[in-house]
Structures are given as C-alpha cells and as structure tokens.
C-alpha cells in the first residue's frame, strides 16, 4: 500500500534501490519511507515543462523526503489569484449605496473591488510522480 509507512531498507532492497529516501529518510539508516499517496491525485514531475508554477516550492512528503522539483515532493490544494469586482446602487432613501449589480434600478457608477485571493493555479492536493511506459 502507499500508506507512507516506514518499511526495512533490507527487506525490500530492490524497492529502495529504485526509489530511495525521495518519499521520506524513515529512521534514517534502517528504514525508508513508502510514497503516501491516499487523498492525493497524482502530479508528473514538471521538469522543463514549465507547467507547475510552484515547482520549486514543493515539500517533501515526509521528513528526509524529496522537494522541489522532484518525484516525491507534494504541494497543498490552491486556488488561482482572481478578483471579485461589484457596483452599488444608489437606493431611493437618500441616496445611499445598497443593492449589488444586476439588481433592478439605477446606478451611481460607484464600484469596488476585493482585493486579490489566491495563487498561482488552481489544483488539488497533489504528489510528483513519473509516468513511464515500459516496452
């Protein structure tokens, strides 16, 4: 299971030797980590794709574990900078704004916009991996 469980560098060495410490160090020595893959959809590695503006602030999955740019590394859930802009209306009692746009009546031109939320894109939670076809 990729649970991220810490499982004996000895027992499964042929694993270890494909895989490493890049999913977390385990104890350090005697161990390594397991990817953990549940509740995360999983991402290709970038590389020079240019198509994960964050890939350089990717943590690693667990202590010891790959960041960056590199298999392993995972990001949080985000979503993408974006504005709400809305216009007042002015209302019959004295000319003070109150209704949202698109309502019935008059407007004053009086607008406003909420500041800038969010980052660089919109994804989910997600783990570097690569995808590889084998002939």
């Known amino acids: 299971m990729c649970d991220g469980a810490a499982v004996n560098r000895a027992t499964y060495s042929s694993l270890f030797a494909v895989m490493g410490t890049a999913h977390g160090s385990g104890d350090g020595s005697t161990t390594f980590n397991l990817p953990d893959y549940r509740g995360r959809f999983l991402r290709g590695v970038d590389g020079t794709a240019g198509r994960d503006p964050d890939k350089a602030s990717r943590t690693a999955m667990s202590s010891g574990g790959a960041t960056g740019n590199a298999v392993g590394s995972v990001q949080s859930d985000q979503i ?38 969010g980052g660089n894109e919109t994804r989910p939670l997600n783990a570097y991996v690569n995808y590889i076809i084998k002939t």
């Open 80 to 117: 993408k900078s974006h504005t709400h802009t809305y216009d007042m209306a002015a209302s019959a009692q004295g000319g003070n704004p109150s209704a949202i746009e698109g309502s019935v009546g008059s407007y004053t031109g009086k607008g406003a916009a909420i500041d800038a939320t």
